[in-house]
Nanobody, 117 residues
């Protein structure tokens, strides 16, 4: 059974930092690409950052230079370091991957990030 469990969300003032973690089980973590999505109230879910198994990374334009995605294969964990947070970063953040065999998506339960102005 594949499980993705996020943690690290919370309330922070604008300009502050948070680090999100996503612990993954049920797959061979090191060979999977991992993604962080977010969904703000009334908006569609959007891809924020992605990391491949080779640790190539990509970011949506609005977070470039502020967010960093990285992984620790020994801990089966993917992280999202968020610096210089803005109120518009407020959203529920989700960890995500896709089965290499069936293309079925797997999602975590989400963690709330709230940035106050």
């Amino acid at each position: 059974q594949v499980q993705l469990v996020e943690s690290g969300g919370g309330l922070v003032q604008a300009g502050g930092s948070l680090r999100l973690s996503c612990v993954v089980s049920g797959i061979t973590f090191s060979v999977y690409g991992m993604n962080w999505y977010r969904q703000a109230p009334g908006k569609q879910r959007e891809l924020v950052a992605a990391i491949t198994s080779a640790e190539t990374t990509n970011y949506t334009d609005s977070v470039k230079g502020r967010f960093t995605i990285f992984r620790d294969n020994a801990k089966s964990t993917v992280y999202l370091q968020m610096n210089s947070l803005k109120p518009e970063d407020t959203a529920v953040y989700y960890c995500h991957t896709v089965s290499r065999f069936t293309t079925r998506p797997y999602w975590g339960q989400g963690t709330q990030v709230t940035v106050s102005s």
